[in-house]
């Protein structure tokens, strides 16, 4: 669910300390690129998982319990349950978590949402002479990305 939401990376997800969560975002500080160091905003289908998810780390750690591989990764034993999830359902190899990035991206933008908000919420590069020469606009605010993450529908039910 929280991949499904955020389009955030698997080890992000599981990097994420409980202070790196707000109320209203979750607060990437160690990411795969410049870009990557972001906020996302929390959709409120998923904010009762967050809430309960800090309110029983053991750890500091959003999903406490995960441990570290010799790579200081915490994220092997959830791709691993996911894979063998995912198989289980029929779905190919083809398919990772990393699925959830592209369905966010794909759900957003059939939602009408700007290219550039798309970006930041997913930490992408803005590329090209216009989005790294000639733009240079403010960061946008968590609340008006926030309005772009609730557009997003999934088939799932309520978790609260």
């Avoid at 398919?95 to 930490?123: E, M, N, Y």
């Avoid at 790294?132 to 990305?145: E, G, M, T, W």
Wanted: glycine fraction near 8%; proline fraction near 4%; hydrophobic fraction near 35%.
């Amino acid at each position: 669910m929280l991949a499904a939401y955020t389009g955030a990376r698997i080890e992000e997800i599981c990097s994420l300390k409980v202070e790196d969560v707000t109320d209203s975002a979750f607060n990437i500080t160690d990411a795969k690129t410049k870009a990557g160091i972001r906020s996302i905003p929390i959709h409120s289908k998923i904010e009762p998982v967050v809430k309960r998810l800090k309110e029983n780390s053991k750890d500091g750690y959003l999903l406490s319990g995960l441990t570290f591989n010799k790579y200081g990764d915490r994220s092997n034993a959830i791709g691993k349950r996911f894979g063998t999830l995912k198989t289980g359902l029929g779905f190919n190899r083809d398919k990772s978590t990393h699925s959830f990035r592209h369905s966010l991206i794909t759900f957003l933008d059939d939602a009408g949402g700007q290219t550039t908000h798309i970006q930041d919420i997913v930490g992408h590069e803005k590329y090209g002479t216009t989005g790294k020469v000639y733009n240079k606009p403010a960061p946008v605010s968590v609340s008006v990305l926030k309005q772009d993450i609730e557009n997003l529908v999934y088939p799932l039910p309520d978790l609260a």
